[in-house]
């Protein structure tokens, strides 16, 4: 049974909701125009007593902070909050867009590019919230911050571009090898004393800063009106069967040189009689010194073509990826045991190069049977698809 809902997590993971959702703008929703406005004004006018009103009592949100990630309950998300609301702040939002799933009237996922201040401190990042209920029962259930960019970043259209030659050819020939960004006709773009990456609005651009500053040295600047879009984006199989998704990050802090570890996932299928499902990372591990340059830049794989990862951590001059995968899969043509892996790859700072070593622990373990033959590396049943 271990195995079985351990192959459910997996699958309801990569498939998602399968509930469509349609796009309309903020202002033909007036009533959630409006309490968009009330969660705004509460922030800026320091009102925490009607701030904390707007959430539902089985709210969950993500709070980050650079390359910090918290998974908060309501009252952790408030308790954070509160000590926020302590200082003046100033929230401000833009690129709003409204999808409302079909199946649930009552139920609209609210998508912007949000502003906040307090003090000498600012970032920016895309939010991504759920609002329930109709009326006075309108509440946020779910709020989720995607990146975190310090300020200033300028608004409307901006250009990214790189500074230092060497280190962004360097990290591009990384990426190119697996083919895991796309770029735009004609970028990367040299040009005299930089390489332009790409033109994008700001909530386009803001995963690609995210990604690329702690690895390059970056310029973000607005866009010049005559200058065409084109923004990079995670590569997808020509067949269309498989895609890369911008990468979890995390950075070391102190002492230079210091350590970058990202972990791209690639996630794919493959169709007919043996369809199944593909996730693995790809770790890109960065050494950079205290003038942006790259020292070093070293590559490792998941431990198999199916695996779950379960975090990134810094520890001084040490990072760690961690992730899970099975041993023996199941395919249905048996019902042989099985064993869950516990998979680590260890950046570690040697000088101004990267050492890396690899360990693997035995996990729980079990037997396998038709029904979770059915789930492991395929899409599922019907039943086990469409999450709530």
Request: net charge negative; proline share 5%; hydrophobic share 35%.
């Amino acid at each position: 049974m271990r195995r079985f809902l351990f192959a459910v997590l997996i699958a309801l993971l990569l498939t998602g909701s399968s509930d469509a959702a349609d796009s309309v703008p903020l202002s033909e929703r007036p009533k959630l125009a409006a309490f968009i406005e009330r969660w705004l004004v509460a922030q800026n006018a320091g009102r925490f007593e009607y701030y904390s009103a707007l959430y539902h009592p089985s709210f969950s949100g993500v709070r980050r902070t650079g390359n910090k990630r918290r998974q908060l309950s309501r009252d952790l998300w408030l308790a954070d909050r509160a000590n926020m609301f302590k200082k003046p702040m100033k929230v401000s939002i833009e690129e709003v867009t409204v999808d409302e799933e079909k199946s649930h009237s009552s139920r609209s996922t609210i998508r912007f590019v949000q502003r906040w201040s307090s003090g000498s401190y600012g970032d920016v990042g895309r939010k991504v919230m759920r609002i329930s209920g109709q009326g006075s029962s309108m509440a946020i259930d779910q709020e989720e911050l995607l990146e975190s960019v310090p300020e200033p970043m300028p608004a409307g259209r901006v250009e990214i571009s790189a500074t230092h030659k060497e280190s962004i050819q360097t990290f591009l020939a990384a990426l190119d090898e697996k083919n895991m960004v796309s770029f735009a006709k004609d970028f990367p773009r040299q040009e005299k004393d930089s390489t332009v990456l790409g033109v994008c609005s700001l909530s386009e651009a803001l995963p690609i800063i995210a990604v690329f500053r702690p690895a390059v040295t970056l310029q973000v600047r607005p866009a010049a009106v005559s200058t065409a879009d084109g923004c990079p984006k995670p590569a997808e199989d020509e067949d269309g069967d498989g895609q890369w998704n911008w990468p979890a990050v995390v950075e070391a802090k102190g002492a230079w040189p210091r350590i970058t570890l990202m972990a791209w996932r690639y996630h794919g299928h493959q169709q007919g009689d043996f369809a199944r499902e593909y996730i693995l990372q790809l770790y890109l591990g960065v050494l950079r010194n205290a003038k942006g340059h790259i020292l070093d830049l070293q590559t490792a794989k998941s431990g198999s073509d199916f695996a779950k990862l379960d975090g990134l951590t810094m520890e001084g001059s040490k990072a760690t990826a961690t992730e899970t995968y099975i041993d023996s899969p199941c395919d249905g043509s048996d019902t042989h045991s099985f064993t869950e892996i516990q998979y680590s790859v260890v950046f570690q700072k040697n000088g101004e190069q990267l050492k890396i070593e690899e360990e693997k622990k035995d996990g729980a373990s079990g037997a396998c049977s038709d029904e979770e033959a059915q789930i492991y590396r395929n899409a599922g049943p019907p039943d086990e698809q469409s999450p709530e």
